[in-house]
């Protein structure tokens, strides 16, 4: 397939990003063997020295070299090499030798020269950083050496820095890629169970969950927060953090729904987040329109907006939409992170559940930080979210403890 094809040009590191079971394994043997055969069984090939690196002796034996999808499996008859276990080598029978070390020992990588290098499951590693640089040092045979990484993408600095080197080329494929070779009821139950998660979204599409230092809420935090099953609610609302322009260009808007259970005191309220219905380019009659139909799709009892940039404008155009619309504006007089940080500890401390879907909500959510937002662009979703959350538990609860003045 062609995310399993090395790409043109001259790079030293090609990297594999793949979802659980979307052919990396495969790809990376395939490469090891185009690197040491040659046109015939017993031709050299570009490579005559390449170290096999994986997290532990056992894995690399057992998946890269011996696995359903590994080197010797990929072997024809007449170029299948020798595993030589005693000196953790497999020797080819035109010469050319592949050398097996573990992530758990990087001073092993210490004194062997290689000129090409496949390394499996980097993101995992527990001494990625120290086993990386003793074989770039190792990687010094040959015109051009290069390695072939293959990994679940997992938000670890090493990985990050090798995907943003200049001489790193990528190629990317999720789990469903590969799914004529998977079983059909693992992709069901995986589908069902982690569809629209994070970890789904690491584990199942590929992708590099990014999580900046410092923030706020941690992707921990939100694999705790990830509920099952939403309960009634007593409360629900729509946030809308307006877009003052439109087109291709302009900030989205961001528009989230959520719910509130209020039964007894308002530490054991608890609050669902439902639906991320942001919205990009559509102008204010089209984010007016979608945060209307949110609510009439949840029954929501309230629309919630922020009025700092478009003052009055927004009420105005949600009435064009439904004139009887429950709207209370609301006005930023503190930054965003001052806002955020009260609604973070509420998923500290478990009082927050998040409803399946949520992915790009989250991924915003986790690069926000006391430094302020670390993506590109605004924070919209978190905003709206921001807001939901202030009117569900902060400020009824705010509202709880202050003391009542008895009349005279």
């Avoid at 999808?69 to 592949?98: H, T």
């Avoid at 509920?227 to 989205?252: E, I, T, Y």
């Avoid at 509420?346 to 930080?369: N, P, W």
Wanted: aromatic share 6%; proline share 6%.
């Amino acid at each position: 397939m062609p995310h399993q094809l090395p790409p043109a040009g001259d790079w030293r590191s090609w990297v594999i990003l793949g979802g659980r079971g979307a052919g990396k394994t495969r790809a990376g043997a395939e490469w090891v063997r185009a690197q040491v055969e040659g046109a015939r069984p017993l031709d050299r090939g570009h490579a005559r020295r390449v170290a096999l690196v994986g997290e532990t002796y056992d894995q690399v034996r057992e998946v890269m070299i011996k696995g359903d999808s590994g080197i010797l499996a990929c072997s024809p008859p007449d170029r299948r090499p020798v595993w030589k276990a005693s000196e953790r080598k497999l020797i080819w029978d035109n010469g050319a030798e592949a050398q097996v070390f573990s992530a758990q020992d990087p001073e092993g990588l210490r004194g062997p020269q290689f000129d090409a290098a496949w390394v499996d499951e980097l993101a995992k590693w527990k001494k990625a950083g120290e086993t990386w640089d003793m074989l770039q040092f190792a990687l010094r045979l040959g015109e051009h050496p290069q390695v072939c990484v293959t990994t679940t993408p997992r938000n670890v600095a090493l990985l990050k820095d090798l995907l943003a080197a200049a001489s790193t080329v990528t190629t990317h494929a999720p789990t469903e890629a590969n799914r004529a070779n998977l079983a059909a009821g693992f992709l069901r139950e995986v589908r069902a169970r982690y569809a629209g998660t994070r970890l789904g979204r690491q584990e199942l599409d590929g992708v590099l969950v990014a999580e900046a230092e410092g923030a706020l809420w941690t992707g921990a935090m939100l694999e705790a927060a990830k509920g099952q099953r939403v309960p009634a609610l007593d409360r629900v609302v729509v946030a809308l953090d307006p877009a003052v322009s439109s087109g291709a260009g302009a900030d989205a808007c961001g528009i989230v729904v959520a719910g509130v259970q209020m039964q007894g005191p308002p530490q054991n309220w608890r609050a669902w987040v439902l639906e991320d219905c942001t919205v990009q380019g559509k102008g204010p009659l089209g984010w007016a329109r979608a945060a209307v139909a949110a609510m009439q799709r949840h029954g929501a009892d309230r629309l919630v907006a922020e009025v700092n940039q478009g003052g009055r404008l927004v009420e105005e155009v949600l009435r064009q939409v439904d004139p009887l619309v429950p709207y209370r504006a609301v006005h930023a007089s503190r930054g965003k992170v001052a806002r955020a940080e009260p609604v973070a500890a509420l998923y500290e401390q478990g009082r927050v559940r998040h409803a399946a879907g949520l992915g790009d909500l989250e991924d915003q959510m986790c690069l926000m930080t006391l430094r302020g937002f670390e993506g590109a662009g605004s924070p919209d979703r978190v905003d709206a979210l921001v807001w939901a959350l202030h009117d569900l538990m902060i400020a009824p609860a705010a509202a709880w403890k202050r003391p009542r003045v008895r009349a005279l």
